[in-house]
């Protein structure tokens, strides 16, 4: 018998899925689109994957329907396309959503830094993500280090007295994910650069600098591009 569609894709539904379980209590369509979300952004899901929605409510023990909604989600956010007669596909790398979401993503936190600089803001509370940041990249744990990261990102918008600046972010930066993503599993010690480059922008906060701050805020988003 022919393999199914999905494996032609280059990856194994079984194992993708393997550890989804849906928790009793609470919508199972949003809780379906963060799995796909997720396995897409970190790869899991590679670009060109066919989602067979029968294998996946399978896999996942749901009915259709709520997998249909999420899918529909995905596909407004450019993550996945339905065609006709194929199915749900992966998209490839939208490279106008990533420029657009690095051109917002620049625009708030770079102010998002100004801001803390001209306050000197305290920082102190974040030591103890750094140092997870820190131990994260120096044994190349990109994954680890990515989830540090955003919590880094979502703490200093917090700290600006601004916290609803990185849902504003999150909302669309899935396609920037999926670059630095693919770029920190490729290229060995991209989480050390990043680390160095939140450790320059907290050094420029503490000096009280607004454009260095922002000078390597602007960077660091930057550097998904090289």
Same mark, same amino acid.
């Given at each position: 018998?022919?393999?199914?569609?999905?494996? $032609?894709?280059?990856?194994?539904? @079984?194992?993708?899925?393997?550890?989804?379980?849906?928790?009793?209590?609470?919508?199972?369509?949003p809780q379906?689109?963060?799995?796909?979300?997720?396995?897409?952004?970190?790869?899991?899901?590679?670009?060109?994957?066919?989602?067979?929605? !029968?294998?996946?409510?399978?896999?996942?023990?749901?009915?259709?329907?709520?997998?249909? !909604?999420?899918?529909?989600?995905?596909?407004? *956010?450019?993550?996945?396309?339905?065609?006709? @007669?194929?199915? =749900?596909?992966v998209a490839p790398?939208?490279?106008?959503?990533?420029?657009?979401?690095?051109?917002?993503?620049?625009?708030?936190?770079?102010?998002?830094?100004?801001?803390?600089?001209?306050?000197?803001?305290?920082?102190?509370?974040?030591?103890?993500?750094?140092?997870? @940041?820190?131990?994260?990249?120096? $044994?190349?744990?990109?994954?680890?280090?990515? $989830?540090?990261?955003? &919590?880094?990102?979502?703490?200093?918008? #917090?700290?600006?007295?601004?916290?609803?600046?990185?849902?504003? %972010?999150? +909302?669309?930066?899935?396609?920037?994910?999926?670059?630095?993503? @693919?770029?920190?599993? +490729?290229?060995?010690?991209?989480? !050390? =650069? &990043?680390?160095?480059?939140?450790?320059?922008?907290?050094?420029? %906060?503490?000096?009280?600098?607004?454009?260095?701050? *922002?000078?390597?805020?602007? #960077?660091?988003?930057?550097?998904?591009?090289?």
């Amino acid at each position: 018998m022919p393999r199914p569609e999905t494996y $032609r894709a280059g990856f194994d539904p @079984q194992t993708v899925f393997a550890d989804v379980s849906v928790e009793p209590g609470r919508a199972i369509g949003p809780q379906i689109y963060e799995v796909l979300r997720s396995r897409i952004i970190d790869n899991r899901l590679p670009p060109g994957a066919v989602v067979s929605e !029968a294998e996946v409510a399978r896999l996942c023990d749901i009915s259709r329907t709520p997998l249909r !909604a999420a899918i529909q989600r995905l596909a407004a *956010e450019g993550l996945v396309v339905v065609r006709p @007669q194929v199915g =749900t596909v992966v998209a490839p790398l939208d490279q106008a959503r990533l420029e657009e979401a690095v051109f917002v993503r620049t625009a708030i936190e770079c102010a998002v830094v100004r801001r803390l600089a001209e306050r000197r803001a305290d920082l102190s509370e974040l030591s103890s993500t750094i140092e997870r @940041q820190r131990a994260a990249a120096a $044994r190349d744990d990109y994954m680890t280090f990515f $989830r540090h990261d955003e &919590a880094f990102h979502a703490r200093l918008a #917090e700290i600006a007295g601004v916290p609803n600046a990185w849902g504003v %972010i999150q +909302s669309m930066k899935a396609h920037v994910d999926r670059q630095r993503l @693919q770029l920190m599993s +490729s290229i060995k010690g991209r989480s !050390a =650069t &990043a680390f160095d480059q939140h450790l320059a922008v907290l050094s420029a %906060i503490g000096a009280g600098d607004p454009d260095a701050a *922002e000078k390597h805020m602007r #960077e660091h988003i930057h550097s998904v591009f090289i």
